[in-house]
């Protein structure tokens, strides 16, 4: 089973905002929808915690990027029905971003 953390940290899986082509952007969207529909939905709670920490750290030019990925999550949260698993996740890190650490 491949370990999900490193899966959603690799570069090939995550959109990034830096690349100017948006077919390449595509792809990598593209990829990450696909392995958000392999994670199991305690992957899914670490993924969107991530991305919340980046919008609200304002790390470099990561905060498009990963509102675009908590849009990501968001949907395949909903198509699980488990629109909860966000929302609570969202919810703890905007309560506590003390507690934040993407890397």
Avoid at 1 to 13: E, G, N
Avoid at 40 to 50: D, S
Avoid at 76 to 93: I, K, M
Wanted: aromatic content about 6%; proline content about 4%.
């Amino acid at each position: 089973m491949p370990d999900w953390a490193q899966l959603w940290q690799r570069q090939d899986v995550m959109p990034s905002i830096t690349h100017k082509n948006k077919g390449e952007m595509a792809v990598k969207i593209d990829k990450l929808e696909r392995a958000l529909k392999r994670m199991p939905n305690k992957a899914l709670v670490r993924f969107v915690k991530r991305c919340v920490c980046k919008t609200l750290l304002g790390i470099d030019n990561t905060v498009d990027g990963a509102r675009e990925e908590l849009d990501l999550v968001y949907v395949e949260c909903s198509r699980r029905g488990q629109e909860r698993l966000y929302d609570t996740a969202y919810a703890t890190v905007s309560r506590h971003p003390e507690r934040c650490d993407i890397y």
